[in-house]
Structure formats: structure tokens, C-alpha cells
């Protein structure tokens, strides 16, 4: 009769494979969780033009208009409640754009942009620090104007 095969684990190889894929499923889900959060991103761009007979009130096709596309990059869905400006200096007005207000929240859902407008000539460039939008939980989310 042959003796009984026996396998011995260390504690420390026990251990030391614990370790290793604990470590690994924390990556995994540390990169799903990056994946994942909300990613919006603010694109402001100046001296643009409305052309065509789609130009009616509000806007005016003499007028330069400022366009701040808000595109979700995330795959959480979001909603936009307001756009607006900071200004550099903390005793000038912020601002809000009557675009935002006129026409109410917008959902922004995995890869979908909108954009609101704003009349160049109704804020100084020189003093805007950044340009803004606000969802619907208060988080804020930042974007500078391009250079033109």
C-alpha cells in the first residue's frame, strides 16, 4: 500500500496569493469606478455667427454670440440645470445665461452635448475667469474660453 499523497501550503503562500488578487480586483474596480463617473467637459468658443433663416428671436444674425457646448464624456447620464460665468475679480456680478433659464434643464446622457448662447457684447471677455455649468445636485463644472 503507498502512503497518502499530502500537500502542504504555507501560511505565508496563502498570504502572499491573498494579497495578490486582492490587489488586483482593487485595480479592476478602481478603473471601473474612473470609467464610470460623471466626465463633462465645457467648450467655449467666441465671435461665432448665427447664419440661415433658423437665426429668429432671441438671436440675431448682426451679432456675435459666445457658444458653450456642454458634452457628457461619462457614461452616467446629467442633468444641466444652469451655464453661466465667473468673473476674475470677486466684486464684479457672475452671470447666468438667459439661454439656460429660457429653456430649462437639459439631460445629457452617454455622448451627447448641447449648446447655449450668449451675446458677446452683453459681458466683457477681458473680466470673465471662466465660464460654468451647474447640475442639478450644485456640482460645478469649469471651462475657459478658446483662443480665437
Known amino acids: 500500500m503507498k502512503p497518502p499523497i499530502t500537500i502542504s501550503v504555507s501560511a505565508d503562500a496563502v498570504a502572499w496569493y491573498a494579497a495578490i488578487v486582492s490587489t488586483g ?46 458634452i457628457n464624456k461619462g457614461k452616467r447620464p446629467v442633468t444641466i440645470q444652469n451655464v453661466g460665468y465667473v468673473p476674475k475679480n470677486k466684486k464684479d456680478k457672475s452671470g447666468i445665461l438667459h439661454d439656460s433659464l429660457a429653456r430649462g434643464s437639459r439631460e445629457l446622457t452617454e455622448g451627447k452635448s448641447t449648446d447655449y448662447l450668449l451675446q458677446q457684447d452683453l459681458v466683457d471677455l477681458t473680466k470673465v475667469k471662466y465660464f460654468v455649468a451647474y447640475d442639478l445636485t450644485g456640482r460645478m463644472y469649469k471651462g475657459k474660453l478658446e483662443a480665437t
Open 25 to 70: 480586483l482593487l485595480i479592476i474596480e478602481f478603473l471601473r469606478f474612473w470609467r464610470e463617473r460623471v466626465n463633462l467637459v465645457l467648450k467655449c468658443k467666441a465671435n461665432c455667427r448665427l447664419y440661415g433663416t433658423a437665426t429668429t428671436w432671441p438671436y440675431r444674425a448682426d451679432k456675435d454670440y459666445i457658444i458653450i457646448t456642454v
